[in-house]
């Protein structure tokens, strides 16, 4: 991997680092809030930035491989530019969650787990949101929404693709 | 906040000022009596007295073990030459649970003004909040709202001048149920997979970097604000004896008006299902109801008039838990609800425990099975069999968890099981 391919912390996320890892008794406490920063900096978290997260906070690799493979949150893959992720579990479900996510399949043409073809749209099935008083839940990039319908979804969906797939 | 007269006609603690808007911002909330009593626990109160009126509170603990907080408190050594950690679990994740959300996004500085109470009467210097990491806007929320209490030295050195300092973090997980756990959460807080240890030494004596530490949920901490303004006393005669004070009940599932509800523990579940929630979505009475998150035996239409307090609900069969009520209605696929659930926890089993990591991967494919048509009459005596070996034999509680919906499911509707046995579909 040439250089320009090395994933690098700005100025501004390393000061943000340094100052979070005073807060805790240990470096490693903050791993999962640099892992979270890393994936926002860099869309997913490859291992040339897993490495990077490793050499920032001084531990060792295998810590940060366990971290981001035991946390669903973190994904080693890209995704869409619009991650859809619908809440599957028994609150949810009562409420269609299941005909929820098959017409969001439908509509876009892919399976669950599938990103389209344009690279605009992934939908997955997630665990409880802790939000099940407006099921079903969709988190459409880690923004709830709440009591959503086929038609709320269609409409999202319409405008993502109307604003040309600015995020 | 006036000391009511009658403290039976008071029905709401953690959200007597939730519906006022803007109370995220410090000017609003302390308009509203946020951080007014702080002062005086700061001049007035010790440790000793702190503890005291908490233990006279009953307060339990509000996330699911119904611990006494006060009690909990009362282990944690004293002059260890350590450290000792304030843990706030806001790792809302028991299937059905959607509470301390509401407290952290529309009332933060209850849950701030709460921990630093908790924080002073502990000796904590450190406290942080472990919040799961779906929750961004709430996170968001109380960054903002830290940020603000730091700015008017409600945190930080020298609180108010009292000579007691605490700093407050924020820590957002990252997916993982098991981090509700109090001792995955600690293992999770010091970087690493959550994955649960052995108890004992507990957390009170050997927890956050082998630290004296303190877990305690959102709703408990939330608590602390009006048990010390109005006293313990005041706490106790709200509810039931052994049951005191509000509970935050999240009602989700076919009730027409699914939400958050603080009622009087000793309120029936009939009184919240019908006058809160608006009754069912179908039929006149609930075909199951789950009375305190996913991982909680589940209760049937005899039980409508049982009342929410710890003692009634498993004198009902079940367990009060966070609260979480999921109520089904005669419409509902238990076979497809369990199926779901049983996904939940093989997906969630940190994977240590073999009764766990194998019996929640067993249950999952059984009920795959079960409910594609394909099951046969011995798969009820294996899911039977297996939930009841997994039950009281791992290191945590997730595999009893895993365990109730099948048990429950087999206990009481074998006949709709049966009914979609490959033997008996056409």
Known sequence: MSALEQPQFSEARKAEIARLVTRYPGAQSALLPVLHMAQEDFGYLSMETQKLVAE???????AVREVVTFYTMFREQPTGQYLLEVCTNAGCMLN????????MCDALGIKVGETTPDGMFTVTEVECAGACGGAPVV????????????????????????????? | MTIPSDPKQVKQICFDRIHIPNLTKLSVARE????????????????????????TSGLRGRGGAGFPTGLKWSFVPRNTG??????????????????????????PHLLIEGMIMAGFALDVQDAYIYIRGEFLYETNVMHAAIEEAYEANLLGDNILGSGFS??????????AYICGEETALIESLEGKPGRPRFKPPFPAVEGFYRCPTVVNNVETLATIPAILEHGGDWHAQIGEPNNTGCKIFSVSGHVNKPGNYEVPMGTSLRTLIEDYCGGLQHGSVPKVIIPGGSSTPWLLAEHYDAPLTYDGMIKAGSMLGSGAIIVMDETADLIAVT?????????????????CREGTGWLERIMNRVEAGQGREEDMQVLNEAAAHMAGRTICALADGAAAPILSLLKHFPEEVRARLVENVA
């Open chain 2, 339 to 355: 199926r779901r659930l049983a996904h939940f926890y093989a997906h969630e089993s940190c994977g240590q425990c073999t009764p």
């Open chain 1, 139 to 167: 988190q459409v990039n880690n923004v709830y929404h709440e009591k959503a319908t086929p038609a709320s979804m269609d409409e999202l969906i319409a405008k993502a693709r109307s604003e040309g797939g600015a995020a």
């Open chain 1, 96 to 103: 269609g969650a299941d005909e929820l996510v098959a017409h």
């Open chain 2, 82 to 107: 350590k450290p000792t950690y304030l843990l706030c679990n806001a790792d809302e994740g028991e299937p059905g649970t959607f509470k301390d959300r509401d407290i952290m996004r529309f009332d």
């Open chain 2, 166 to 175: 605490m700093h407050l973090t924020v820590h957002r997980g990252a997916g």
């Open chain 1, 56 to 62: 920032t906070l001084g531990v060792r690799l295998m």
């Open chain 2, 32 to 55: 509203n009596g946020a951080y007014a009593f702080l002062p005086t626990v700061l001049k007035e109160f010790d440790a000793g007295k702190i503890i005291d009126e908490v233990k």
